[in-house]
């Protein structure tokens, strides 16, 4: 009986042991706690995200972008610009065509264009409202060069596209690819092919003329269609209004093609007309009595005014 009663009492003496020792228990808690502390600190890479310094560049690039003014690439500066080509059509020492899509007609082979003028490409005739603009231009790549400007007003639209590397193409008269040559070259500088050459925009200069009115033959007392040429400065219009007689208010008139502008608002129309020409750059003239009140279809008309 002594071996079983022993057992029992050692038994019973492990037992009271676990249960009355806090020091063991007390150990193993903290190391539970202790156990995801290192997990509390993974949310630090989360939180570089926030300095991240992309918004700020983005907003940066949006700044100069705005920023920019949007300037045409063949006026304003002043400078030469390189990088367009030049070709002539019509006769050696002729006025390029007759009419051509700005509607000047046989007007291009007297003053005061004087056949000094130029066929552009699409950029240079913008849909008919860069007819007029007035541009020098200068070549110097050819022998036969003399590196002289030459002024020349756009009067038409190039065909074709631009020939390879080009960025402008004038497509001049033969009078006015000559008159880029040294005295007695001009034959060779024709014969030269696709010349390279620098342009610049510059102001028109008629000197003693004014601006005229030239009525289409398809007008009527219900449809008004009016060419406009010879104004100085700009030598392009951006914008143009008429003024009938008594009303005193300025009815915007449509582009109508090339150098024409047209009014027809299901009425008919009571002349005389004042007509109110807002150039390229936004320089406003007011014609008074531009078309008189007995206007006739094919006539032109003179004013006593231009751009000063």
């Known amino acids: 009986m002594a071996k079983p009663c022993t057992f029992l009492l050692l038994a019973a003496l492990v037992v009271l042991s676990f249960l009355v020792s806090p020091i063991a228990c007390t150990r193993k808690l903290p ?69 051509g899509a700005c509607g000047y007609q046989t007007a291009v082979g007297t003053q005061p264009f004087d056949s000094m003028i130029a066929a552009g490409s699409t950029l240079l005739y913008r849909g008919g409202e860069g007819c007029g603009a007035c541009y020098e ?33 004038f497509d001049m008269s033969g009078t006015a690819m000559g008159a880029m040559a040294k005295p007695g070259m001009a034959d060779k500088l024709r014969a030269g092919g ?73 009425r008919q129309l009571k002349a005389p007309f004042a007509l109110r020409l807002t150039s390229d750059s936004g320089r406003v003239l007011v014609a008074n009595n531009a078309i008189p009140a007995r206007w006739k279809p094919g006539k032109t008309y003179r004013s006593l005014v231009n751009y000063p």
């Open 31 to 99: 190391r539970h706690k202790h156990k995801p502390k290192p997990i509390s600190h993974r949310h630090a890479p989360a939180a570089k995200v926030t300095h991240k310094p992309a918004p700020a560049a983005a907003k940066k690039a949006h700044r100069n972008h705005t920023a920019t003014p949007s300037v045409p690439a063949a006026y304003g500066s002043g400078r030469w610009l390189s990088g367009a080509g030049a070709t002539y059509y019509g006769a050696p020492n002729g006025d390029g065509s007759d009419g």
């Open 137 to 169: 231009v200068k070549c110097t790549t050819n022998a036969a060069c003399s590196g002289q400007p030459a002024t020349v007003v756009i009067t038409d639209q190039s065909p074709g596209g631009l020939f390879p590397g080009e960025v402008e193409h």
């Open 194 to 266: 696709v010349l390279r050459i620098l342009y610049r925009r510059v102001p028109c200069k008629y000197t003693g003329v004014n601006i005229a009115f030239k009525v289409d033959q398809g007008a009527n007392p219900f449809y008004f269609d009016v060419l406009i040429e010879f104004e100085d400065d700009d030598g392009d219009l951006s914008a143009v209004d008429l003024m009938e007689a008594g009303s005193g208010v300025w009815t915007p008139m449509s582009h109508n093609w090339g150098a024409t502008w047209r009014l027809n608002n299901g």
